[in-house]
């Protein structure tokens, strides 16, 4: 069974700094993404950062590009994800997730964690 943790999130201000801690319990076995996926309120879940965790290659959206920064450590067993220049656009409940790693458009996620929320005001 995998499990994945969130945790980090916190009211900010426009311009500020953040980083976010996914904690991955259990055996990925095979080639998987992790991703972390936001949701902002009355909007759908869209990832905006994802890992491959056997090679460590990452992908960005448009949105995040630039400001912030998805990484992972096999031995301790989590991805972070680094979030500079903060707006409030960004304001959104974050999920870890994942899944077996696919074309990005195509990707699914079997594994998430509950989320947490990230606020920045003004």
């Known amino acids: 069974q995998v499990q994945l943790v969130e945790s980090g999130g916190r009211l900010v201000q426009a311009g500020d700094s953040l980083r976010l801690s996914c904690r991955v319990s259990g055996r990925l076995v095979g080639t998987y993404a992790i991703g972390w996926v936001r949701q902002a309120p009355g909007k759908e879940r869209v990832t905006i950062a994802r890992?491959?965790?056997?090679?460590?290659?990452?992908i960005y959206s448009d949105s995040v590009k630039g400001r912030f920064t998805i990484s992972k450590d096999s031995a301790k067993n989590t991805v972070d994800l680094q979030m500079n220049s903060l707006k409030p656009e960004d304001t959104a409940v974050y999920y870890c997730a994942a899944g077996l790693l696919v074309r990005p458009e195509a990707q699914r996620y079997t594994f998430w964690g509950q989320g947490t929320q990230v606020t920045v005001s003004s």
């Open positions: 890992i491959n965790w056997n090679s460590g290659s990452t």
